[in-house]
């Protein structure tokens, strides 16, 4: 009896020892789940994205042509009309601290014209569209927050002109200026809003029949339109702006 008394003592001993080293072992836990940081953001690298907006001429153009002199120069004043401007452009942003350069191109369809009166023809409408246009533009900018950009823009622009009584239609060159601002409101994702001024050549004039026959015409568009852009950060590795 008093042997099996300290046999049994001695079992709840050794089990007393066990639990308490047991206690002291590490307890093996499951890693915890990689959660990989937000990506970082910067404007630097390729774009792409689309426009819409509205453009007016800042002027109507001077006629020269054989109907104004076959009617003795009975043409109206000009209407001058706005229209609806949209289009796409492509470009490429470098971010160096809050500062930003880069280029873009654009082209834009358009409903802008304007309109006179002729007395001669019988009342009908005689007058200028401008079916499309496109731009070249370097940019640069500063960056009020990171994901805020206010920026100017300027370079080459071109354009045609159609005379839509005549049928006479051509192709410009000139320059165009402006400026707006962009927000990146995700990594790959920016909204802008932007003003353009353009003004095209006022173009040649072709001779028929020994008189002016064409429109000599000064174009000077402004556009304002909003657009979405999807930057591709391609390569990107920017100077992080501290702020």
């Known amino acids: 009896m008093k042997r ?8 709840a001993l050794a089990l007393s020892i066990g639990s308490a080293f047991a206690a002291d072992l590490p307890s093996r ?10 990506p970082l953001l910067t404007w630097t690298g390729f774009y792409a994205g ?11 153009g001077d006629y020269d042509s054989t109907y104004y002199i076959l009617s003795g120069g ?26 930003l350069v880069g280029a873009e191109a654009d082209f834009q369809g358009t409903s802008i014209g304007f309109h006179r009166s002729n ?15 496109g731009t070249v533009r370097g940019r ?13 823009t300027a370079g080459f622009a071109y354009g045609e002109v159609q005379g839509n009584w005549t049928g006479f239609t051509n192709t410009r060159t000139g320059w165009t200026a402006g400026g707006g601002v962009e927000w990146m409101f995700a990594p790959n994702w920016s909204a802008k809003a932007e003003y353009l001024f353009a003004d095209l050549d006022s173009g040649g004039r072709t001779t028929f029949t020994g008189y002016q ?31």
């Not at 099996?4 to 079992?11: E, N, Q």
């Not at 836990?29 to 937000?38: C, D, G, R, S, T």
């Not at 796409?88 to 601290?97: A, L, P, S, V």
């Open 29 to 38: 836990k499951e890693a915890p789940v990689y959660i990989p940081p937000p």
């Open 213 to 243: 026959w064409g429109y000599h015409y000064h174009p000077q568009i402004n556009t304002v339109r909003a657009g979405l852009n999807y930057h591709f950060n391609w390569g990107a590795a920017p100077v992080v702006a501290k702020y």
């Open 74 to 99: 009975a043409v109206s004043a000009a209407n001058n009309s706005g229209g609806v401007v949209g289009g796409g452009q492509i470009g490429y942003n470098y971010q160096f601290g809050s500062f």
């Open 4 to 11: 099996t008394l300290l046999s049994a003592t001695a079992i």
């Open 50 to 60: 689309v426009n819409l907006g509205g453009g007016w001429q800042s002027n109507v």
């Open 140 to 152: 640069a900018g500063y960056l009020i927050t990171p994901t805020l950009l206010v920026y100017g």
């Open 119 to 133: 007395f001669f023809l019988g009342g009908n409408g005689i007058g200028v569209n401008l079916p499309w246009f």
